[in-house]
């Protein structure tokens, strides 16, 4: 089983592509955002490459944000492009899952500690998901505008890493000792691979019409509605 995974919800442009878990394709660029200009080159010199060892794709995957309208505009046209066009079904990933995946993967906590998974929106606005060690959601995705007390409730307790394009901006907010701040952490195709290959098993195919991914532009609605709900 061969997937195309593509990235692009940040500034960072990747694709990978993976088969049986392993990833044997890997390109990626940090020298962005070059999404319009890089993202075309990726994918024909993967499809080359994917011919060249004769493997057949079998789906592909795209991040689906929280992340750049411009971003994850350039990236979802182009997978729904490669479904269309090899007539493979669409796997959505979100952005976050992406990020704690590999913030789980390559650092090294106490097992108890939680990963804030967190992209950058404007000002002290981000949007941000809370898993723990074995990737299961403590908090599901929020847009919060950051203080000292928006994670109080983990920080207390637990020791929590906090990560990805947001994260640096809350180093001086989030003064709590049991926080920690990983730097350069950021989403990239190849940490796609376990996760849209579990999808794949799962079945959990996207209509490759009607797919629109989250953008952060989305951000202050998202906002507003928790805003209401919680004044309720």
């Known amino acids: 089983m061969a997937i195309i995974n593509i990235e692009t919800a940040t500034t960072v442009c990747s694709v990978a592509v993976s088969e049986g878990g392993k990833v044997i394709i890997d390109k990626v660029s940090f020298d962005g955002p070059s999404h319009a200009s890089l993202l075309g080159v990726f994918v024909e010199e993967t499809v080359s490459e994917i011919n060249s060892l004769g493997l057949k794709i079998d789906a592909v995957a795209v991040s689906s944000g929280p992340g750049s ?20 079904p669409l796997l959505s990933i979100h952005t976050l899952d992406i990020l704690a995946y ?16 967190m992209l ?10 809370i898993y723990d060690k074995t990737l299961k959601k403590i908090c599901e995705t929020q847009a919060n505008i950051v203080t000292e007390d928006t994670y109080a409730r983990f920080l207390e307790k637990l020791p929590v890493c906090f990560f990805g394009n947001g994260a640096d901006k809350c180093k001086n907010v ?7 701040f990983i730097d350069d952490l950021h989403p990239v ?8 290959e579990q999808a794949y098993a799962e079945k959990r195919f996207e ?9 952060l532009k989305d951000f202050v609605a998202t906002v507003a ?3 209401v709900l919680a004044e309720m």
């Open 189 to 196: 195709a190849g940490d796609m691979a376990y996760l849209s």
């Open 69 to 88: 309208y411009t971003g994850l505009r350039i990236g979802v046209s182009m997978a729904k492009g490669l479904c269309f066009g090899y007539n493979v």
């Open 174 to 180: 989030i003064q709590s000792q049991n926080a920690m």
């Open 102 to 117: 590999k913030a789980v993967k390559e650092v090294r906590v106490s097992a108890e500690s939680l990963f804030c998974a």
């Open 120 to 129: 950058d929106a404007r000002r002290m606005e981000v949007y941000s998901a």
């Open 225 to 227: 509605k928790n805003k």
């Open 207 to 215: 209509d490759v019409a009607y797919f629109e991914p989250f953008y």
